[in-house]
């Protein structure tokens, strides 16, 4: 069993910048690909970024593109998500999620594994 465990979430103002990370636990021999994804409320959870298994490609929400980083240590078995210039529409509980069965998609119904979230929340 595959545990994922995000943290770094929090309150930031508008133009500021957060690095979330996601740890995994229970891994299995060989990396991942890995997502993260969000979830405003009343809104479906969506795509945000994604990255290969060794970190060589990397995918983008076109609503993230130019200010969020998607990056991995297979090393230390964890993902990281570092947003700048954040807007008030970032706001949203992120997930990560792992791919073990190598979609490579945007789609979240093609992650298997998926961590408890963290909130960010940026004001105006």
């Known amino acids: 069993q595959v545990q994922l465990v995000e943290s770094g979430g929090g309150l930031v103002q508008a133009g500021g910048s957060l690095r979330l990370s996601c740890a995994a636990f229970g891994r299995t021999r060989s990396p991942w690909p890995m997502g993260w994804f969000r979830q405003a409320p009343g809104k479906e959870r969506e795509f945000t970024a994604r990255?290969?298994?060794?970190?060589?490609?990397?995918y983008y929400a076109d609503s993230v593109k130019g200010r969020f980083t998607i990056s991995r240590d297979n090393a230390k078995n964890t993902l990281y998500l570092q947003m700048n210039s954040l807007k008030p529409e970032d706001t949203a509980v992120y997930y990560c999620?792992?791919?073990?069965?190598?979609?490579?998609?945007?789609?979240?119904?093609?992650?298997?594994?998926w961590g408890q979230g963290t909130q960010v929340t940026v004001s105006s």
């Open positions: 999620a792992a791919d073990p069965q190598l979609h490579n998609s945007d789609y979240p119904g093609d992650y298997d594994y």
């Open positions: 990255i290969t298994r060794d970190g060589g490609r990397t």
